[in-house]
């Protein structure tokens, strides 16, 4: 065999050889940082807030923090929260974004505040009840990319909740 042949397979070779150790490193670097995303995304509850109108108007503010620790920017297209006082359903509420999703930047915190309003058959139950255990069951989903679209659901318990403004 002459010698540009075997110098030709030679360059070729270690051309192929040098394009599939790139992909495979760049697909190491997107699966860990897709499983990152995943893995660490975090919201946290750290207080119910309630305004009371009047007595037949009650809002429930929960502020909800965010939390994006990927190197990945990631859409929030939809938030539902529901709110459990004492082991009875109180509401479930729920934040659209599908025509303008929230962006969450790399390494960033966003806070988002969901109202609520409470039925009026359960005014009274949680007028009565303002100082024990309160469970908000959180799901949030969101668009990461390769990942795709994937929700994160978390529960947490609170005790009591702050009145922020009384009005009669």
Not at 8 to 31: H, K, P
Not at 81 to 93: C, F, P, Q, R
Request: hydrophobic share 45%.
């Amino acid at each position: 065999m002459p010698l540009s042949v075997r110098k030709g397979i030679t360059v070729a070779f270690l051309l192929v050889s040098t394009i599939f150790m790139i992909i495979v490193g760049y697909t190491t670097n997107l699966y860990f940082a897709v499983y990152t995303t995943i893995r660490n995304f975090d919201a946290s509850i750290p207080k119910l807030n309630m305004k009371v109108v009047n007595s037949s108007y009650i809002l429930i503010k929960t502020p909800i923090a965010i939390q994006n620790p990927s190197e990945c920017t990631l859409e929030i297209t939809q938030i539902i929260e529901g709110l459990w006082l004492e082991d009875k359903y109180i509401l479930t509420e729920s934040l659209s974004t599908h025509g303008n999703p929230i962006q969450l930047y790399p390494a960033s915190t966003i806070n988002v505040t969901i109202e609520a309003e409470v039925p009026s058959h359960r005014i009274q139950y949680v007028m009565a009840r303002l100082e024990k255990n309160w469970v908000v069951n959180t799901r949030i989903f969101l668009m990461a990319p390769i990942a795709g679209t994937f929700s994160w659901q978390n529960s947490s318990v609170i005790r009591g909740v702050t009145l922020i403004e009384t009005s009669s």
